[in-house]
Every structure is written in structure tokens, then in C-alpha cells.
């Protein structure tokens, strides 16, 4: 049985990680800083991800870890969140890099969640690892530091894999096509903004797939775009989005509109506004499937199945994993 750590594994992504190499028999561990966490997928094993401590022996002999850790970014960038949101992404990542050199069996690979916002504001041109231009401003110099630290040390027995991901489309804690979905059944799911920025997404099985194809190739390390193929245009996607739902219309959300919806929200217009036109290069250099290449696929999929968060996988699934 193959071993997975998950830093920060109790979130949206870490568990759509988690059922699915379940699913596939490995032995899951979760890093996680609650003490008394929530029932989720996957063996909860205590850090503070900052420090060295008992949880390092969990690394031993692992084939994999995933470092998922990161405060959200759906906040309003005032200098103490700004700090929070630079320290959660730093320190773990730092800590799990001292760990791994101090094992005798390192893992195989590590990957570490990094982000497609690291690329420039464009409307016409993709970016892919190896030609994209990186952007500026402050969510820019998150991502420069999250994979500086992540490439820092030498660790010759690890691959390393920054996973620039783009927005997952799936359901459960802190995704967003719920949200979306409520948006559009409300009739307020028109274009936002100008419409012209455009939207990198992946559905959240391939996202999970993409990261087992990393896990499993070898050829594979540095930078990584985990996006779907086909980035569309705000207007398309928001559009796509009624589809899913069956709602014919949508009223826009025009800039000014954004700017006093993020404030109430206490949030970044940022999020819904800059232009992400990343594409996954070395994925499909790779000859990775993806299962939904589209968004229409994507959508619809999510429109018609119960929620994966919604459906535990039990726990004697879940829970009976020793490290």
C-alpha cells in the first residue's frame, strides 16, 4: 500500500485528494493543525506547520506528499491579512523541506500547491510553464515566494512539483461553483466586469487525476499547470454556468457593482476581474486525458451528481489507516 501525507488536507481540495487516492487503496495522512478536526477522509496526524516535531515520522517511507497549506485569499488585503495569507504558504512549506532531509527513506515526490494567478493580466496571449510571462502586484509576489521557497533547498532523492493550479469547479467546502450556481439561480449570473477576462478552471476528478499523473511520471517536475485545455472568455463561462443550472438570463455585475459587493463581502475584486488565460502544456505534452476538457462537460457533470463532500466514504474508509 502506497502512502500519501496531505499538509493541510481537511479543506476542498485536500479532500478531493484524499477520496480519490482512497478509492485507488493508498494510505492517507492528514497534517492537520486542529487538534479535534472534523470527520473527513484520510488519518488526521497533529502539526503546527511550523515546527519539526513527531509528525515527521508519518514522512517516512511516504511515496508521495502534497502541501496544500495556504490562509484563503477570499479576503480584503489590508497588512494583517497580507502577512497571514504570506506566512501560512511560507512556513510549511519550510518545515516540510527540513523534514524531508532529515529522513532516511524521503518521499519520492513532492508536490506543492502554487497558483496560475502567478502569470500577467491577458486577454489574447496563454500562458503556459515554459513561455508565460509572470505578472506583478501583491497576489503575484505571494506566488513568486510560495515557489521560491518551495525550489530553495536541495533535495536530491525528492522530485518537486509546484502544482500552478487554476479554480477547481467542484462541490464542497470553500469551492466556488456553488457559489456560482446560487449566483445564477438568483438571475444574477450575468458577466462581471467587462466579461473579456478569461477563466482557467479544471473539474475537480481531473484535478485529482492530474495529480496522480504527476505523482506517477516521472519526467515530470518544476512547474506545473493543472488547468483545463480550453480557458474561456467571463461572459462564456458565466453563461455556461446557466446553462448547468437552467436559468436563461443573467444580470451583469459591472465593475462599480464589484468594487462595493467586494468591500461588503470583505473581499478582492481581484479574484473575479484579472484575466487567467493559463494553459497545461506539459500535461498534455504528456498525453494526459482529461475527462472534461470543456466547461459544458464540467458543468453538467457537477449540475447532475450528488456533491462528492455530501457522500463520505464511511469510516471504516475513512479512519482505519495506520501510518
Given at each position: 500500500?502506497?502512502?500519501?501525507?496531505?499538509?493541510?488536507?481537511?479543506?476542498?481540495?485536500?479532500?478531493?485528494?484524499?477520496?480519490?487516492?482512497?478509492?485507488?487503496?493508498?494510505?492517507?495522512?492528514?497534517?492537520?493543525?486542529?487538534?479535534?478536526?472534523?470527520?473527513?477522509?484520510?488519518?488526521?496526524?497533529?502539526?503546527?506547520?511550523?515546527?519539526?516535531?513527531?509528525?515527521?515520522?508519518?514522512?517516512?517511507?511516504?511515496?508521495?506528499?502534497?502541501?496544500?497549506?495556504?490562509?484563503?485569499?477570499?479576503?480584503?488585503?489590508?497588512?494583517?491579512?497580507?502577512?497571514?495569507?504570506?506566512?501560512?504558504?511560507?512556513?510549511?512549506t519550510r518545515v516540510l523541506a527540513q523534514a524531508i532531509q532529515k529522513l532516511e527513506r524521503p518521499p519520492a515526490v513532492w508536490l506543492n500547491a502554487a497558483s496560475a494567478t502567478i502569470y500577467r493580466h491577458s486577454l489574447e496571449t496563454p500562458?503556459?510553464?515554459?513561455?508565460?510571462?509572470?505578472?506583478?502586484?501583491?497576489?503575484?509576489?505571494?506566488?513568486?515566494?510560495?515557489?521560491?521557497?518551495?525550489?530553495?533547498?536541495?533535495?536530491?532523492?525528492?522530485?518537486?512539483?509546484?502544482?500552478?493550479?487554476?479554480?477547481?469547479?467542484?462541490?464542497?467546502?470553500?469551492?466556488?461553483?456553488?457559489?456560482?450556481?446560487?449566483?445564477?439561480?438568483?438571475?444574477?449570473?450575468?458577466?462581471?466586469?467587462?466579461?473579456?477576462?478569461?477563466?482557467?478552471?479544471?473539474?475537480?476528478?481531473?484535478?485529482?487525476?492530474a495529480v496522480e499523473f504527476a505523482i506517477d511520471d516521472e519526467e515530470i517536475s518544476g512547474t506545473l499547470n493543472v488547468t483545463a485545455p480550453a480557458p474561456l472568455r467571463n461572459s462564456v463561462f458565466m453563461r455556461a454556468i446557466r446553462g448547468?443550472?437552467?436559468?436563461?438570463?443573467?444580470?451583469?455585475?459591472?465593475?462599480?457593482?464589484?468594487?462595493?459587493?467586494?468591500?461588503?463581502?470583505?473581499?478582492?475584486?481581484?479574484?473575479?476581474?484579472?484575466?487567467?488565460?493559463?494553459?497545461?502544456?506539459?500535461?498534455?505534452?504528456?498525453?494526459?486525458?482529461?475527462?472534461?476538457?470543456?466547461?459544458?462537460?464540467?458543468?453538467?457533470?457537477?449540475?447532475?451528481?450528488?456533491?462528492?463532500?455530501?457522500?463520505?466514504?464511511?469510516?471504516?474508509?475513512?479512519?482505519?489507516?495506520?501510518?
Open positions: 500500500m502506497k502512502k500519501l501525507v496531505i499538509a493541510g488536507g481537511t479543506g476542498f481540495l485536500g479532500q478531493v485528494l484524499a477520496r480519490h487516492f482512497t478509492r485507488k487503496n493508498w494510505q492517507v495522512i492528514i497534517l492537520t493543525r486542529d487538534p479535534h478536526p472534523p470527520t473527513f477522509v484520510g488519518q488526521p496526524l497533529n502539526w503546527n506547520g511550523e515546527t519539526l516535531g513527531s509528525w515527521t515520522a508519518a514522512l517516512e517511507g511516504a511515496h508521495a506528499i502534497v502541501n496544500l497549506c495556504g490562509k484563503s485569499v477570499d479576503c480584503r488585503y489590508h497588512p494583517s491579512n497580507r502577512k497571514q495569507i504570506l506566512d501560512s504558504r511560507i512556513a510549511p500562458m503556459d510553464e515554459n513561455h508565460g510571462e509572470l505578472g506583478d502586484g501583491f497576489s503575484v509576489d505571494i506566488c513568486r515566494a510560495w515557489e521560491a521557497a518551495f525550489f530553495e533547498d536541495n533535495l536530491t532523492q525528492t522530485r518537486r512539483v509546484a502544482l500552478r493550479t487554476s479554480m477547481v469547479l467542484g462541490h464542497g467546502k470553500n469551492s466556488v461553483y456553488p457559489i456560482l450556481a446560487r449566483i445564477a439561480r438568483c438571475g444574477m449570473g450575468g458577466k462581471l466586469g467587462s466579461g473579456e477576462q478569461m477563466v482557467s478552471w479544471i473539474h475537480e476528478a481531473d484535478f485529482a487525476r448547468a443550472v437552467r436559468i436563461p438570463f443573467g444580470l451583469p455585475h459591472y465593475r462599480p457593482m464589484l468594487e462595493v459587493a467586494a468591500w461588503l463581502l470583505r473581499t478582492e475584486t481581484e479574484l473575479t476581474l484579472k484575466s487567467r488565460f493559463a494553459v497545461p502544456a506539459k500535461l498534455l505534452k504528456r498525453r494526459f486525458v482529461f475527462y472534461y476538457p470543456f466547461v459544458d462537460e464540467a458543468l453538467g457533470d457537477l449540475a447532475r451528481n450528488r456533491p462528492l463532500g455530501l457522500a463520505p466514504l464511511g469510516p471504516q474508509i475513512a479512519h482505519n489507516f495506520k501510518p
